[in-house]
C-alpha cells in the first residue's frame, strides 16, 4: 500500500525520491518481520541507511510510515477461476486465499491491528478499517443474492470477515494454542458454518447502539 504522497515527494527527481521511499517501506518491513515494537522514522531510515532528515520528508508520522508498509494487496478477486456460481466453492477458495495472504504477511498485519485498536481520527486510513475483505466475501457469496438478497449477503460477509483474519489469527494461535494450520483449518471451517447457517437462516439484522 503505497499511501498518500508527500508535497516534497511530489517536487522534481520523481524517479530517485521513489527509490528513497522504496528503501524506507522495505526497511520498515523487515524491522517489522524482526518482531519487538513498531518501528519509528528513525529506525527505519538508520535501516535504510538514510538520513532522519530525509526520512521524515517522506514520513512526517509513525503511522504513516506503518501505513505505508502495510502489505499491499493487488488481487480484485480471490474467487477461484473454476468455481462458477457454487457459492461453497466460491467462499472456501476466497477464504483460504485470504488467510495465506495473512499468515504470509502476519509481521505486518499484527503491526497494523496494534495500530487500528488506537484512537484515530481518521479511522478510514488504515487498511484493517477499510473492509477490503468484504468486498472479497461478498463477490464469493453473489450467487445467493437471490435467495439471502443484497443486505443479506452483505451481513453475511460481515459475519464470516469476524470469523477470517488478523484479529482471529491472534486469538486462534496467542490464547487456544492453535498453531497456524490448525487455525486456518479453523477459521475457514468457520466461515463454511456460517455459510450453511445462512443458507437455512438469514443473517440477523445489524442493530445499531447495542
Do not use: C
Amino acid at each position: 500500500m503505497r499511501g498518500v504522497s508527500t508535497p516534497y515527494e511530489d517536487s522534481g527527481r520523481s524517479g530517485q525520491k521513489r527509490r528513497t521511499r522504496s528503501l524506507l517501506v522495505a526497511a520498515t518491513r523487515e524491522l517489522i518481520a524482526l518482531g519487538g515494537a513498531a518501528p519509528t522514522i528513525d529506525q527505519a531510515a538508520s535501516h535504510a541507511g538514510i538520513s532522519r532528515t530525509t526520512a521524515y520528508r517522506y514520513f512526517p508520522s509513525q503511522k504513516s510510515l506503518l501505513v505505508a508498509a502495510h502489505p499491499e494487496t493487488q488481487a480484485i478477486s480471490y474467487v477461484p477461476d473454476d468455481a462458477g456460481d457454487d457459492p461453497e466453492k466460491r467462499l472456501r477458495g476466497t477464504v483460504e486465499a485470504f488467510i495465506d495472504m495473512i499468515i504470509e504477511t502476519e509481521p505486518q498485519q499484527r503491526t497494523m491491528l496494534r495500530l487500528s485498536l488506537e484512537p484515530d481520527p481518521s479511522p478510514s486510513g488504515l487498511p484493517l478499517r477499510q473492509g477490503r475483505a468484504i468486498g472479497w466475501f461478498t463477490e464469493a457469496l453473489a450467487p445467493l443474492i437471490p435467495r439471502l438478497t443484497e443486505d443479506g449477503v452483505h451481513r453475511l460477509a460481515l459475519a464470516i470477515r469476524s470469523a477470517v483474519g488478523i484479529e482471529s489469527l491472534v486469538w486462534l494461535t496467542d490464547v487456544a494454542g492453535l498453531n497456524r494450520d490448525q487455525a486456518a483449518k479453523m477459521m475457514t471451517w468457520s466461515a463454511m458454518a456460517l455459510l450453511h447457517a445462512a443458507m437455512d437462516s438469514a443473517p440477523p439484522l445489524a442493530q445499531h447502539g447495542s
